[in-house]
């Protein structure tokens, strides 16, 4: 049904495949779907451990297709599939593999870190929005700020005080002093008899 595809193609934090559907076909359901994984190689007897991370699941009539989805950012695994999605694969020795159903057209796997210290799985192709509450808003009462003198305001007053000083001191040199003078005590006058004639 899948008469040919570009294969798994990663870009960025994504993979994507562009495929066609064959002509005379309707209605085919195709996946991509992406897991994280235990390491970067598929091992049957670990594949239980592999976490259903996102997919992107359509049916399709003849023409070209693509689908894509998102990458953990660890060890993964991407599967480009006929049907649904398996939510869970293995265990190990059973039918519950896409190879064992017939229904695997690509695989893929890499990654370079384990996903025990990486972000839990987003199942689907938009991750669930966080919200949390807006920020406390802070308010500061506004600052006072005091009046500073310009610096010609600040010559013209230096000037006007000079000027006073100046003034001052000018007028101060034309003040006169006078000397009091101290008048000593009189002596008393001599009685003076002159031509006095003395009758009787």
Known sequence: MVSSHTGIQLVGSTATVS??????CDAVEISLVSYQAPSAMFDEQTASQQKLFATDTGTFSAGQH???????????????VYGKPIEQLGPAGTN????????LIQELNGGEQSCETSTPPVVGQTPPVTQTEPPAVQTTPPTVTQPQATPSATLAAT??????AKKAAKAKKHVVKHPVKV?????????????????G
């Open 19 to 24: 495929f066609t559907i064959a002509e005379g």
């Open 159 to 164: 000037k006007t005080v000079q000027k006073k």
């Open 96 to 103: 519950n593999f896409y190879s064992s159903q017939f229904r």
């Open 183 to 199: 008048h000593k005590k009189a002596k008393p006058a001599k009685a003076v008899v002159s031509g006095a004639h003395f009758t």
């Open 66 to 80: 693509t689908l894509t989805v998102a990458l953990p950012n660890c060890y993964y695994q991407t599967d480009f």
